[in-house]
């Protein structure tokens, strides 16, 4: 039996809880995002973090995408998946001297530097590698991204990035740090933003840090923006693909670029989340007093995103054509705050059947941990299984 894309069957004989992620929808994510950037001066880092599966990489760095990485074993693994140096980002506010050390030996394409500290150490290591390092500015841009406050960055009082009124004295630095060449301005202002007025409030801001850098005699090659386009979670199948070509043509009208200026995106989430599902079982169905409850075999070690972020994940129960009913599904960590969902609507469930917690291909495999001493989920594609 296939109950919408899922082959049910296939699945009865795998152990649960695992991730599943289908292919073909990856491949026209990417397929539309690279037809949007074609023929413009657009470069996107796919974030690792968002999901670091090689299989998962591997089939975006064969579409030609650099990677936004925040950790030195993000860029090894980067590599190993087969993205280039040259299309490398790295950023993160606390770079270790090692994983600094692996992007300078690595000759990655730009260090996005998040402080002053930051640069003093990465002039210091850059010089005794006998190099020069390039950097683009982490700044923040002040601007209200509308989205979980767990998940805003871009605001003036966070521990991400460079302050406005820090620019002078950081310029100056620069000036003087003979290891740094200053390639550019990095922003990322949250994540699973739907408001795409956010993004026009951070060109204009872009359009003018970087008039203050031209006044300063300074020429700014690249313009990063940073990530964050939201997906539907809501609707899943009636919105697999996010909309890129509302995203892509904002930036175009809204961020004039100068001759020779490349503009860069970190996207994760809207590339990979809608092509991967959490697959778990139920263990037991229990009778509360007034609700119904889906014990699944699938926990928040699993899939931390609810728990986490209060976050919504569509829910299905892909055994059944049962009648619909209301069931708050939850998992067998010891935490109250292990619950997938309250009230859901699903086909009526029995012991046994197969729930898909869908959208959860970003920042899902990638957060899971092993709290309570459980396994890890495996992970399958559409392709192989
Ligand atoms: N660039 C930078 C500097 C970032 O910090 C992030 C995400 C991205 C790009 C990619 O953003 P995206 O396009 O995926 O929104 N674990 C949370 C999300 C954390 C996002 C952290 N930064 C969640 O599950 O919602």
């Not at 992620?21 to 968002?50: Q, W």
């Not at 500290?117 to 390039?134: C, F, I, T, W």
């Not at 605001?155 to 740090?177: A, C, H, V, Y």
């Given at each position: 039996m296939i109950k919408g894309i899922f082959p049910v069957d296939k699945f009865n004989k795998i152990e649960t809880p695992f991730y599943w992620y289908d292919m073909d929808l990856l491949r026209e994510t990417l397929g539309i995002i690279s037809n949007e950037c074609r023929n413009k001066p657009f470069h996107v880092h796919y974030a690792v973090k968002a999901n670091a599966n090689p299989q998962i990489l591997k089939e975006i760095a064969a579409y030609g995408f650099g990677a936004d990485c925040v950790s030195g074993n993000e860029i090894l693994r980067a590599l190993e998946c087969g993205f280039t140096p040259d299309k490398i980002v790295f950023a993160g506010v606390g770079k270790t001297d090692r994983e600094i050390r692996i992007g300078l030996d690595n000759d990655i394409f730009c260090f996005n530097v998040e402080s002053k500290p930051e640069l003093d150490v990465l002039n210091a290591l850059a010089s005794g590698r006998g190099k020069k390092v390039r950097v683009a500015l982490r700044i923040n841009p002040n601007v209200d991204a509308h989205t979980h406050k767990y998940i805003t960055t871009g605001l003036n009082e966070n521990k991400f990035g460079i302050n406005e009124q820090d620019l002078p004295e950081i310029l100056q630095m620069i000036r003087t740090s003979s290891h740094i060449e200053l390639i550019g301005i990095h922003f990322h202002i949250g994540s699973q933003i739907t408001d795409l007025s956010s993004f026009e409030d951070l060109c204009v801001k872009a359009a003018a840090l970087q008039e203050w850098f031209n006044s300063q005699g300074v020429a700014l090659p690249v313009i990063n923006v940073g990530g964050g386009l939201g997906i539907n979670y809501q609707h899943p199948n009636h919105c697999p693909v996010a909309d890129f070509e509302a995203y892509f043509r904002l930036f175009e009208k809204y961020l004039k670029l100068q001759e020779n200026q490349t503009l860069h995106f970190e996207l994760g989430r809207s590339m990979v989340a809608p092509c991967g599902s959490l697959i778990t079982r139920v263990l037991y169905v229990k009778e509360g007093m007034q609700k119904k409850f889906?014990?699944?075999?699938?926990?928040m070690t699993d899939l931390i995103r609810p728990a986490l972020y209060q976050a919504f994940h569509h829910i299905e129960n892909i055994s059944s054509e049962g009648d619909y009913m209301p069931y708050d599904v939850v998992g067998?960590?010891?935490?109250?705050?292990?619950?997938?969902?309250?009230?859901r609507m699903l086909n009526e469930a029995v012991r046994g059947d197969l729930i898909a917690l869908r959208s959860a291909g970003a920042y899902g495999e990638t957060m899971v941990s092993q709290y309570n001493c459980r396994e890890k989920p495996a992970s399958y594609f559409s392709d192989s299984l």
């Amino acid at each position: 039996m296939i109950k919408g894309i899922f082959p049910v069957d296939k699945f009865n004989k795998i152990e649960t809880p695992f991730y599943w992620y289908d292919m073909d929808l990856l491949r026209e994510t990417l397929g539309i995002i690279s037809n949007e950037c074609r023929n413009k001066p657009f470069h996107v880092h796919y974030a690792v973090k968002a999901n670091a599966n090689p299989q998962i990489l591997k089939e975006i760095a064969a579409y030609g995408f650099g990677a936004d990485c925040v950790s030195g074993n993000e860029i090894l693994r980067a590599l190993e998946c087969g993205f280039t140096p040259d299309k490398i980002v790295f950023a993160g506010v606390g770079k270790t001297d090692r994983e600094i050390r692996i992007g300078l030996d690595n000759d990655i394409f730009c260090f996005n530097v998040e402080s002053k500290p930051e640069l003093d150490v990465l002039n210091a290591l850059a010089s005794g590698r006998g190099k020069k390092v390039r950097v683009a500015l982490r700044i923040n841009p002040n601007v209200d991204a509308h989205t979980h406050k767990y998940i805003t960055t871009g605001l003036n009082e966070n521990k991400f990035g460079i302050n406005e009124q820090d620019l002078p004295e950081i310029l100056q630095m620069i000036r003087t740090s003979s290891h740094i060449e200053l390639i550019g301005i990095h922003f990322h202002i949250g994540s699973q933003i739907t408001d795409l007025s956010s993004f026009e409030d951070l060109c204009v801001k872009a359009a003018a840090l970087q008039e203050w850098f031209n006044s300063q005699g300074v020429a700014l090659p690249v313009i990063n923006v940073g990530g964050g386009l939201g997906i539907n979670y809501q609707h899943p199948n009636h919105c697999p693909v996010a909309d890129f070509e509302a995203y892509f043509r904002l930036f175009e009208k809204y961020l004039k670029l100068q001759e020779n200026q490349t503009l860069h995106f970190e996207l994760g989430r809207s590339m990979v989340a809608p092509c991967g599902s959490l697959i778990t079982r139920v263990l037991y169905v229990k009778e509360g007093m007034q609700k119904k409850f889906l014990i699944v075999d699938a926990g928040m070690t699993d899939l931390i995103r609810p728990a986490l972020y209060q976050a919504f994940h569509h829910i299905e129960n892909i055994s059944s054509e049962g009648d619909y009913m209301p069931y708050d599904v939850v998992g067998p960590i010891c935490e109250s705050s292990d619950v997938f969902g309250e009230e859901r609507m699903l086909n009526e469930a029995v012991r046994g059947d197969l729930i898909a917690l869908r959208s959860a291909g970003a920042y899902g495999e990638t957060m899971v941990s092993q709290y309570n001493c459980r396994e890890k989920p495996a992970s399958y594609f559409s392709d192989s299984l």
